[in-house]
T-cell receptor, first 116, second 114 residues
Framework: ETGVTQTPRHLVMGMTNKKSLKCEQHLGHNAMYWYKQSAKKPLELMFVYSLEERVENNSVPSRFSPECPNSSHLFLHLHTLQPEDSALYLC???????????????FGPGTRLTVL | AQKITQTQPGMFVQEKEAVTLDCTYDTSDQSYGLFWYKQPSSGEMIFLIYQGSYDEQNATEGRYSLNFQKARKSANLVISASQLGDSAMYFCAMRLYRDDKIIFGKGTRLHILP
């Protein structure tokens, strides 16, 4: 398997459910990212991890909880979500966190989340 | 405030024609990178091209080129000889190396007509 993979591709959940999104990168990268793409907003960066340490949290509500157990895997744990959280959630990875060119991000296919 | 502006929400272009997607950015930083991504209907984001703020030449990658005009703070994407498979959403993004902040534009939906 190559590139960045995300599972599941589609998820429908109720507001009281707990679910997790999974991202795996096979590129040997050191940084991983979670993005949210809503229908009428620019792509929003949610979390950034570098070498398994969280380095950025863009004022994301606590009902979203990221986890990075190693440099290849990134999870987004979801609980008590709201209907407005329905969106496409994209994972990305890059070789490094900064530096010209070296931080080009490669994205996974996304998880389409619907909260009922 | 740092910002990316893509003024064309949607564009229709005849197949085989060249197309320019506009992107302007706003930052007072000197060190930054500019990126273009393509997002087909499947949802994934595909990296197309990168331009560093200190690069003197415009970046090119196959049919993609980035028309970088630093003084105007514009980073337009040019696709030569468009193909039906180019129909997608296109995002311009900026990375500030001072604080690693990443900012995306709202995107332009490109439709290639046969």
């Amino acid at each position: 398997e190559t590139g960045v993979t995300q599972t599941p591709r589609h998820l429908v959940m109720g507001m009281t459910n707990k679910k997790s999104l999974k991202c795996e990168q096979h590129l040997g990268h050191n940084a991983m990212y979670w993005y949210k793409q809503s229908a009428k907003k620019p792509l929003e960066l949610m979390f950034v991890y570098s070498l398994e340490e969280r380095v950025e949290n863009n004022s994301v509500p606590s009902r979203f909880s990221p986890e990075c157990p190693n440099s290849s895997h990134l999870f987004l744990h979801l609980h008590t979500l709201q209907p407005e959280d329905s969106a496409l959630y994209l994972c990305a990875s890059s070789q490094s966190l900064a530096g010209p060119g070296g931080d080009t991000q490669y994205f996974g296919p996304g998880t389409r989340l619907t909260v009922l | 405030a740092q910002k990316i502006t893509q003024t064309q929400p949607g564009m229709f272009v005849q197949e085989k024609e060249a197309v320019t997607l506009d992107c302007t950015y706003d930052t007072s930083d000197q060190s930054y990178g500019l990126f273009w991504y393509k997002q087909p209907s499947s949802g994934e984001m595909i990296f197309l091209i990168y331009q560093g703020s200190y690069d003197e030449q415009n970046a090119t990658e196959g049919r993609y080129s980035l028309n970088f005009q630093k003084a105007r703070k514009s980073a337009n994407l040019v696709i030569s000889a468009s193909q039906l498979g180019d129909s997608a959403m296109y995002f311009c993004a900026m990375r500030l190396y001072r604080d690693d902040k990443i900012i995306f534009g709202k995107g332009t939906r490109l439709h290639i007509l046969p």
